[in-house]
Structure formats: structure tokens, C-alpha cells
């Protein structure tokens, strides 16, 4: 960010130095993922169903969303590709297709969260 801004006040402003692009390496570290706690993942929850009471239909689609995304672990690009074909209800398991490294993979569901995608 702050290269960024030398260059653009380097337009505006002559005698600004343009900044080395090694001085500022960029940050491409992954944080570690973030695992939440019971009442975390319960107020999460109570969030999603209660989000936009005028359009009830947002809640209706974030709550088993979030759902499958805590209980499965899946990257949420994985869950928005899932179509009715890729569930199968009757065992419990999730075809996930088109996954980061392109591969397919089956992924099983727990019961409680089977029961919301039932639901939806």
C-alpha cells in the first residue's frame, strides 16, 4: 500500500521517490484457519437466521449454508458449485466436484446437518 502511494504522489508531487518493489515484499502468508468455539458457532448460527427480516429468503439460504460449511469444512466456492444432483441424501454424502487442485471428492455429512439440507 505504501508503494502504491508513492507512485501515485510521485504524479502529483516531483519530488517523491519512487520506492524499490523488493523494499516492501509482499505478504503472501496464509493465516491459519480460524476454528470457532461452540457459542461462537451458535451466535453464528442465530445471525444467519435472523439476517434480513424483510427478506426471509436470504436466512433461508444462508443458515444451511453456513451450516454445511461448519460441519464439512468445504471451501465456500465448493458448496456454491453444489447442485441437487451432487447430494445424496438418502447416505449422507456430497459430491464435491471442480475442487481447488480440479479433482472430485465425497464428502460425508452429520446427521444434523443432513436434516437442514433436507429442510432446504
Request: glycine share 4%; net charge positive; proline share 8%.
Amino acid at each position: 500500500m505504501v508503494r502504491r502511494f508513492s507512485e501515485y504522489l510521485a504524479i502529483f508531487d516531483p519530488r517523491t521517490e519512487a520506492l524499490e518493489p523488493k523494499a516492501f515484499p509482499r505478504n503472501r502468508a496464509i493465516p491459519p484457519p480460524r476454528i470457532l468455539t461452540d457459542d461462537e458457532l451458535a451466535r453464528l448460527m442465530a445471525a444467519c437466521r435472523s439476517v434480513s427480516p424483510d427478506y426471509p429468503e436470504r436466512a433461508g439460504f444462508l443458515t444451511p449454508l453456513v451450516s454445511l460449511l461448519a460441519s464439512t469444512g468445504m471451501r465456500s466456492g465448493e458448496a456454491l458449485r453444489l447442485d441437487i444432483s451432487d447430494a445424496d441424501l438418502a447416505q449422507g454424502i456430497l459430491h464435491i466436484r471442480r475442487t481447488k487442485f480440479r479433482k472430485d471428492r465425497l464428502v460425508p455429512v452429520h446427521s444434523s446437518t443432513l436434516t437442514v439440507l433436507r429442510d432446504y
